[in-house]
């Protein structure tokens, strides 16, 4: 059964190869999100993947 928030189902589907557990090693690896407190890089991503999506102006 598919989830009902279908916003969160297609992220989930859509970043599953980006969220792989090497990927998400790096950014920690790396401090990328060190002093970073409210928008994350995996959030950022998303924003602008849904942007993308939408073809939001910037």
């Known amino acids: 059964m598919q989830d009902k928030d ?3 189902s297609t992220f989930i589907q859509l970043f599953k190869p980006i969220l792989s ?3 998400l090693k790096r ?3 790396l401090n990328a999100d060190k002093y970073i407190k409210k ?3 995996m959030q ?3 924003l602008i993947a849904l942007a993308q ?3 939001k102006r910037g």
Do not use: A, N, P, S
Request: charged share 40%; proline share 0%.
């Open 53 to 55: 999506i939408e073809q």
């Open 44 to 46: 950022l991503i998303e």
């Open 6 to 8: 279908t916003t969160k």
């Open 27 to 29: 950014i920690k690896d």
């Open 21 to 23: 557990k090497h990927f």
């Open 39 to 41: 928008l994350k890089t």
